[in-house]
């Protein structure tokens, strides 16, 4: 068994400038505070984001695969890898994380769907630190989409 955040927000910006700030190198730095990124923009392309100011020991880094790359509406993580200075994450789990951008009324509705974290007391801090995470990383969009 495995749990999911959900969390979506309407922006006032195009579908297009909302997907591309999905996976440009510098606007992942500007809008989720990464120190610096690297992307292949394709399918099984590689995301690549790392949080420090030590390029050879960071905080943390994150990468993943493109599973789906859908301009302008769809990309999909999967095959993540995750290191922490402080240590390795207290389970194992194989999250999917989902980006979805549509038009609407009031702009562009951007979803982002991530699955995968284990239904079990270990995993209890992550998850509620991830959830916090997504609403702080909404803001960060918020701010470099709307200045």
Request: proline share 7%; aromatic share 14%; charged share 25%.
């Amino acid at each position: 068994m495995t749990r999911k955040h959900v969390h979506e927000e309407i922006f006032n910006a195009s579908p297009e400038r909302v997907f591309a700030m999905l996976h440009t190198p510098s606007a992942i730095c500007e809008w989720w505070g990464a120190a610096r990124a690297i992307v292949n923009s394709e399918l099984d392309g590689v995301w690549v984001a790392a949080w420090g100011p030590d390029e050879d020991d960071p905080d943390y880094v994150t990468a993943a695969t493109m599973q789906v790359f859908e301009p302008p509406k769809r990309i999909v993580f999967g095959n993540y890898q995750y290191h922490a200075r402080n240590g390795a994450l207290p389970f194992e789990a194989d999250f999917v994380t989902e980006f979805l951008v549509e038009p609407s009324d009031q702009g562009t509705m951007l979803r982002v769907t991530q699955d995968g974290f284990p239904d079990d007391a270990v995993a209890d801090d992550f998850y509620a630190g991830c959830e916090i995470g997504w609403r702080e990383t909404f803001k960060g969009i918020r701010r470099f989409l709307e200045p």
